[in-house]
């Protein structure tokens, strides 16, 4: 059984950064393509940046390009979110998905297995 989980949330001032973190267990193979979501109270789930291992493609919202990164480890069953000059527009609960379906990567619809979630608050 696929798990997903995430970490490395938590609690910093504007324009400080933070580094999430998404482990995807129960595989039996590697090259997993994983994405970030974030959800704010009150927003739809909205897709945050995207790795797809195989093709080495990656993909961001507008609003984080230049500031987040994401990278996977060398056994592809670790996705990071790296994130600079963190904004408070940026506070939510961050989801982390493995296994697209084929669809858009930005549309939480597209992905298959989900993570609990790892809160990100950013303080003005």
């Known amino acids: 059984q696929v798990q997903v989980v995430e970490s490395g949330g938590g609690l910093v001032q504007a324009g400080e950064s933070l580094r999430l973190t998404c482990t995807v267990s129960?595989?039996?193979?590697?090259?997993?393509?994983m994405g970030w979501f974030r959800q704010a109270p009150g927003k739809e789930r909205e897709g945050v940046a995207s790795i797809y291992s195989h093709h080495g493609i990656t993909n961001y919202a507008d609003s984080v390009k230049g500031r987040f990164t994401i990278s996977q480890g060398n056994t592809k069953n670790t996705a990071y979110l790296n994130m600079i000059n963190l904004k408070p527009d940026d506070t939510a609960m961050y989801y982390c998905?493995?296994?697209?379906?084929?669809?858009?990567?930005?549309?939480?619809?597209?992905?298959?297995?989900w993570g609990q979630g790892t809160q990100v608050t950013v303080s003005s």
């Open positions: 998905a493995a296994f697209p379906n084929g669809g858009l990567w930005s549309a939480p619809t597209s992905w298959t297995d």
């Open positions: 129960g595989l039996t193979f590697a090259n997993v393509a």
